[in-house]
């Protein structure tokens, strides 16, 4: 007890004996005193008022001190009891600070919820408790101590409103037992089982819920008063707090774990990404690059062409219609027969130039379409490669748009030209089914095949394959490729028209 209390209760005890004493050993000295008086003086007995008033003062001097004696005792012992109280709320507040401090001290949950066991064991001076977090619906141990492993196992998640842990955190308020023998229906609960008596359940809670319960117990009988009550309910609010500081801690930690993964994998997916387009762009420059030579050879193939047919057949020409204009004066019957041959020149020069302009640009493609322009392909692929291509046409071949028709007429072109140096066939079948959503182009021959790993393994070496996929890609069509060594080879076109 604090030395000021202690003083004020001495001198309590010390009034409460003087307010006694003093006034009947100062009425006794009074009355003493006037005894004497009037023997001493006889001449008192004369005056009888004089008397009246030294008796009246013997009489009133120590009930006046008396009373002076009871306020000071009254007062002293208000004083004591405010003391008292003022000593309590401290000590009250001052374990509220040292429990707030203690799980204050940590952000992880588990650590905070056993600190805030110890101390709300340690301000009841308790030895067994657990803390229960309420989680899906219930109340589940999270710390414990003193109790059995048989109990933490068989108690380990109670519902709501289940035992008395299970009520003081549906009702959201402190519950206790001072003795659980006093109460039939607790007698056989696992509580009581594990030797406790007095039962106390703390709800914990921040500012608008109740997210778990401190429950505490000891093997004796105890009757907790209502200070111990109230410093408990703020003990709950204050551990609740912390609870809650430390849950939105974890979750916080939680979500940065999450956005550090998001980040990490997004990073890692624009990684991919740029290195495919990187890749890409390499390929598509190797794809131009080819074109580029195949385009600069074309050129060359076409002027050598002209060169050597063309023009060729143009100077023979000149020749016969000059020998014809010289026969007509010397030799009219010789003029016919070169006519002929200068007829015959141009019909060589018109073929020559026709399969030319073929080279640049299919004219049946822009005069008839798709499907005729691909007969004459085919046709021309037979004559030239002596493989057999079989065409099929399902579906109402409509005219489709100009860019469409020409990226599937090079692709199929680009695949025959393919299996007439590569693929060894003795037969290719080509089919085109046209949909209203959609064109299917699949071009199949029973050569050699190859493995299609090893062409996106090694996309340079392979560039007409990436250039067909390019060319699918430029009019959002897709393109697969189907091949294994010795079973042939089936490229698949899908290209989506609109309606």
């Keep these: 007890m604090p030395q000021s209390v202690v003083l004020s209760l001495r001198l309590v005890r010390a009034l409460v004996l003087a307010r006694w004493l003093v006034p009947l050993a100062l009425g006794g000295s009074s009355l003493v005193v006037l005894a004497y008086l009037c023997l001493a003086t006889p001449a008192l007995a004369d005056h009888p008022l004089a008397l009246a008033g030294l008796l009246i003062l013997a009489l009133v001097g120590p009930l006046l001190l008396f009373l002076v004696f009871n306020r000071l005792v009254h007062e002293l012992r208000s004083l004591a009891t405010i003391e008292r109280a ?3 709320q401290q000590r009250q507040l001052t374990l509220l600070n040292t429990v707030g401090a203690a799980v204050n001290q940590s952000l992880d949950l588990d650590t905070v919820l056993q600190r805030a066991l110890d101390s709300t064991l340690d301000v009841l001076n308790l030895e067994t408790g657990e803390v229960r977090l309420i989680e899906n619906g219930a109340l589940r141990i999270r710390r414990t101590r003193g109790l059995s492993a048989e109990f933490v ?14 009520k003081a955190a549906q009702r959201g308020a402190l519950i206790a037992v001072s003795d659980l023998e006093r109460l039939p229906a607790f007698r056989s609960s696992r509580c009581a089982c594990e030797g406790l008596r007095t039962i106390v359940a703390v709800p914990v809670s921040n500012t608008h819920q109740v997210l778990g319960v401190i429950h505490v117990g000891s093997p004796t009988p105890r009757l907790l008063d209502a200070d111990e009550r109230a410093l408990l309910t703020a003990l709950g609010q204050h551990i609740g707090a912390a609870i809650e500081k430390a849950q939105l801690h974890a979750e916080l930690g939680a979500l940065n774990q999450q956005l550090e993964t998001r980040v990490s994998e997004r990073t890692r997916e624009l990684t991919a990404t740029q290195q495919e387009l990187e890749r890409k762009a390499s390929e598509l420059q190797a794809v131009l690059a080819a074109e580029r030579s195949i385009e600069e050879k074309t050129r060359a193939h076409i002027a050598h062409d002209l060169h050597d047919g063309v023009q060729q057949l143009i100077v023979g020409a000149l020749f016969e219609t000059q020998a014809a204009r010289d026969a007509l ?47 004459e392909c085919t046709a021309r692929f037979e004559r030239l490669a002596h493989i057999p291509c079989a065409i099929h046409s399902e579906g109402i071949p409509g005219r489709l748009k100009a860019e469409i028709e020409v990226a599937v007429f090079r692709i199929i072109q680009e695949a025959l030209n393919n299996i007439e140096q590569y693929a060894q066939a003795t037969r290719v079948e080509l089919l085109l089914r046209f949909a209203p959503s959609q064109l299917l182009v699949q071009i199949q021959d029973n050569g050699i095949g190859f493995d299609v790993n090893a062409v996106h393994a090694q996309p340079k070496a392979h560039l007409g394959l990436i250039g067909m996929q390019e060319r699918a890609a430029g009019i959002g069509g897709a393109l697969e490729i189907a091949s294994r060594p010795g079973g042939g080879t089936c490229i698949r076109l899908v290209v989506p028209l609109e309606g």
């Design 329 to 375: 004066t010397r030799q009219p019957d010789r003029a016919a027969a070169h006519l002929t041959t200068t007829q015959d020149l141009l019909r060589s020069i018109e073929l020559e130039m026709r399969r030319t302009i073929y080279q640049l640009r299919p004219l049946a493609l822009d005069e008839h379409g798709l499907v005729p322009a691909l007969r």
């Design 153 to 166: 196992s068989d108690e380990n998640t109670v519902p709501l409103g289940y035992c008395i842990c299970g």
């Design 86 to 88: 003022r000593l309590k």
